[in-house]
T-cell receptor, first 115, second 109 residues
Framework: NAGVTQTPKFRILKIGQSMTLQCTQD?????MYWYRQDPGMGLKLIYY???????DKGEVPNGYNVSRSTTEDFPLRLELAAPSQTSVYFC??????????????FGPGTRLTVL | AQRVTQPEKLLSVFKGAPVELKCNYS??????LFWYVQYSRQRLQLLLR??SRESIKGFTADLNKGETSFHLKKPFAQEEDSAMYYC???????????FGGGTRVLVKP
């Protein structure tokens, strides 16, 4: 199992450009998440999904969009990149059993710089 | 609103010394608490969760609801414990995690 994979690893964008960060998991997890981590800070939840076709906002959703057409994939879209979106982005997944305490499995991260 | 605070950004200890990472939380309900760890060049991964009441790699953490704390402890630190540690809280809905700002642990030989 590859677990959670993210592409690209690094990207530099110009202000106003758009891009999609890809996330795929091969563990048949129902829940998937996108976090961002700014320097010296903890991770903040951007969006999450509880299953194919279902997404919801997290703590910092502005400037982002997501979709979940399959169980495996959960892409994150930036439409108009801004310097404030310079961050490291982590995708994660979990198998939510309905019993609290489910472990989240993280991807390696995408380092994005917007200039 | 739920919040997790890790007051120390950096802890530097000598090998064999005890180490304690502080974590305080605010949450109106009954939370689930976790410690995640990120070793150099590795992914963020679960270290332990309070519901399991287990010791992992010599680390333990006790949930103190009165003090709203979930401090991580290890009696004898090893060099391989050098890493970034994050305390995280899961509330009642959606399996969503709220992370603290992280503590970098450096274990010196």
């Amino acid at each position: 199992n590859a677990g959670v994979t993210q592409t690209p690893k690094f990207r530099i964008l110009k202000i106003g450009q758009s891009m999609t960060l890809q996330c795929t998991q091969d563990m048949n997890h129902n829940y998937m998440y996108w976090y961002r981590q700014d320097p010296g800070m903890g991770l903040k939840l951007i969006y999450y999904s509880v299953g194919a076709g279902i997404t919801d906002k997290g703590e910092v959703p502005n400037g982002y969009n997501v979709s979940r057409s399959t169980t495996e994939d959960f892409p994150l879209r930036l439409e108009l990149a801004a310097p404030s979106q310079t961050s490291v982005y982590f995708c994660a997944s979990s198998y939510a059993t309905g019993v609290v305490g489910d472990e989240q499995f993280f991807g390696p991260g995408t380092r994005l710089t917007v200039l | 609103a739920q919040r997790v605070t890790q007051p120390e950004k950096l802890l530097s200890v000598f090998k064999g010394a005890p180490v304690e990472l502080k974590c305080n939380y605010s949450y109106s309900g009954s939370p689930e608490l976790f410690w995640y760890v990120q070793y150099s060049r590795q992914r963020l991964q679960l270290l332990l969760r309070h519901i399991s009441r287990e010791s992992i790699k010599g680390f333990t953490a006790d949930l103190n609801k009165g003090e709203t704390s979930f401090h991580l402890k290890k009696p004898f630190a090893q060099e391989e414990d050098s890493a970034m540690y994050y305390c995280a809280l899961m509330g009642a809905a959606g399996n969503k995690l709220t992370f603290g700002g992280g503590t970098r642990v450096l274990v010196k030989p």
